[in-house]
């Protein structure tokens, strides 16, 4: 089982919708979460971090953290041709003496007009 | 602005060939990293430093070395490369205190024939 598992995608929804991506992860003693968007050929950009269970709001994008499940989500509200992208979902993870971060494979947003 | 950046952007080498890859970042943190991204694989750590003095194996650290010259100066070197180094490799940043949040340069793309 990979530690950060998402969902390949691409994930395609009509402009102004509601994008939601999905991701879960196997060590149940990871605090730290993390969202980067990144667009073809370019780097990882850190979009939202979730500490706590329950949600966390910044504009259009909402993240969710369910520790009990394993689980952490993030929704993107009205939906724009430009968050067509792939996103990273990063799970902080304590091994080998440091918190690292270990990184999903990435799921790929397709927002059409 | 605070940044990371690296150089070269793009390379292309021969098999056999030295490379190095730098970054410099300007952001003030002590931790450094080295990631390199494959399609379908998402990101993985070759090397981190958590000050000029600690340098760690990620966990692909085959067949590359790196170099801590100073607190903003991190470098990567392909000692012989190899067609499967080909990659896409990005350097990151994060502070000594804190949640382990990661800033990512604009990435070096790779090909060795």
């Known amino acids: 089982q990979k530690e950060v598992e998402q969902n390949s995608g691409p994930l395609s929804v009509p402009e102004g919708a509601i994008a939601s991506l999905n991701c879960t992860y196997s060590?149940?003693?990871?605090?730290?979460f993390f969202w980067y968007r990144q667009y073809s050929g370019k780097s990882p950009e850190l979009i939202m971090s979730?500490?706590?269970?329950g949600d966390k709001e910044d504009g259009r994008f909402t993240a969710q953290l369910n520790k009990a499940s394993q689980y952490v989500s993030l929704l993107i509200r009205d939906s724009q041709p430009s968050d067509s992208a792939t996103y990273l979902c990063?799970?902080?993870?304590?091994?080998?003496?440091?918190?690292?971060?270990?990184f999903g494979a990435g799921t790929r947003l397709a927002v059409h007009p | 602005d605070a940044d990371v950046t690296q150089t070269p952007r793009n390379r292309i080498t021969k098999t056999g060939k030295r490379i190095m890859l730098e970054c410099s970042q300007t952001?003030?943190?002590?931790?450094m990293y080295w990631y390199r991204q494959d399609p379908g694989l998402g990101l993985r750590l070759i090397y981190y430093?958590?000050?000029?003095?600690?340098?760690n194996k990620g966990e692909i650290s085959d067949g590359y070395s790196v170099s801590r010259q100073a607190q903003a100066k991190f470098s990567l070197s392909l000692e012989s490369a190899i067609p499967n180094q080909t990659a896409l490799y990005f350097c990151?940043?994060?502070?000594?205190?804190?949640?382990?949040?990661?800033?990512f340069g604009p990435g070096t793309r790779l090909t060795v024939l």
């Open positions: 990151a940043t994060s502070p000594t205190k804190g949640t382990n949040e990661q800033f």
């Open positions: 060590d149940r003693v990871s605090q730290s």
């Open positions: 979730i500490y706590s269970n």
């Open positions: 990063a799970v902080s993870l304590f091994s080998g003496g440091y918190n690292k971060l270990i």
């Open positions: 952001k003030g943190h002590d931790r």
């Open positions: 430093s958590f000050d000029v003095k600690d340098i």
